[in-house]
């Protein structure tokens, strides 16, 4: 069974756009939710984090939406870039559990200038 | 900024034979990790290091793996053999501390044929 859970799977946005992309989780222990920025050829880097504590975290065009309750969260990216087509990974991990991360399986993100 | 580095990104080998794929995390970090993503799929974690000691494995981690960092050189997975179902992408990660930022590799891609 997938803990975490991530779609569309694939989505393509016009450039300006606000871009949206889900994930949901099983395991209610989890408290720390990173999300990865992946381009190809590269490995994974960390966007953005929220902690269980939080409702809504943001850095920059950037902002996590977070749901403890229905246990999912959500990325937005506001006035989307070509530069920000990449693939978004959602992770989940709990205090205690020694950094062991639980990814989604991505969304393809594609800005169409 | 900081790095993780894998070597080589590409490696093929005959199944049953052995192989050790390295990573050169960043220099002040305390932590290491291996994940493995198989195409389509999303990473999932395999072990974490601590102070020249494996703190968690996942099921995903079989005998044939092992995880060393002799001399606090190079951080090293090693499978031995290697079986077909061994083919995918293996990331290496590294943290300073537990519950700080993990920085992930490129990755190696290793084919098992």
């Known amino acids: 069974q997938q803990q975490v859970r991530q779609s569309p799977q694939s989505l393509t946005v016009w450039e300006g756009e606000t871009a949206i992309l889900n994930c949901s989780y099983e395991?209610?222990?989890?408290?720390?939710f990173p999300w990865y920025q992946q381009f190809p050829g590269e490995g994974p880097a960390l966007l953005i984090a929220?902690?269980?504590?939080?409702d809504k975290k943001e850095d920059g065009g950037f902002t996590i939406f977070f749901n403890k309750r229905e246990k999912n969260l959500s990325l937005h990216i506001k006035d989307s870039q070509p530069g920000d087509s990449a693939t978004y990974f959602c992770?989940?991990?709990?205090?205690?559990?020694?950094?062991?991360?639980?990814f989604g399986k991505g969304t393809q993100l594609i800005i169409q200038p | 900024g900081p790095k993780v580095l894998q070597i080589p990104s590409h490696q093929i080998i005959d199944m049953g034979q052995m192989v050790t794929l390295n990573c050169d995390p960043v220099?002040?970090?305390?932590?290491f990790y291996w994940y493995k993503q198989i195409l389509g799929q999303q990473m999932e974690f395999l072990v974490n290091?601590?102070?020249?000691?494996?703190?968690?494995k996942s099921k995903l981690f079989k005998d044939q793996f092992s995880v060393e960092r002799p001399d606090g050189s190079y951080f090293t997975l090693k499978i031995q053999p290697t079986a077909l179902e061994d083919s995918a992408v293996y990331f290496c990660?590294?943290?300073?501390?537990?519950?700080?930022?993990?920085?992930f590799g490129k990755g190696t891609r290793l084919t098992v044929v």
């Open positions: 990660a590294s943290s300073l501390g537990i519950n700080t930022e993990v920085f």
């Open positions: 395991n209610s222990a989890f408290d720390y």
């Open positions: 929220i902690r269980s504590v939080s």
């Open positions: 992770a989940a991990a709990y205090t205690g559990g020694a950094d062991r991360l639980t």
């Open positions: 220099s002040n970090h305390l932590y």
């Open positions: 290091f601590y102070n020249g000691k494996v703190m968690e």
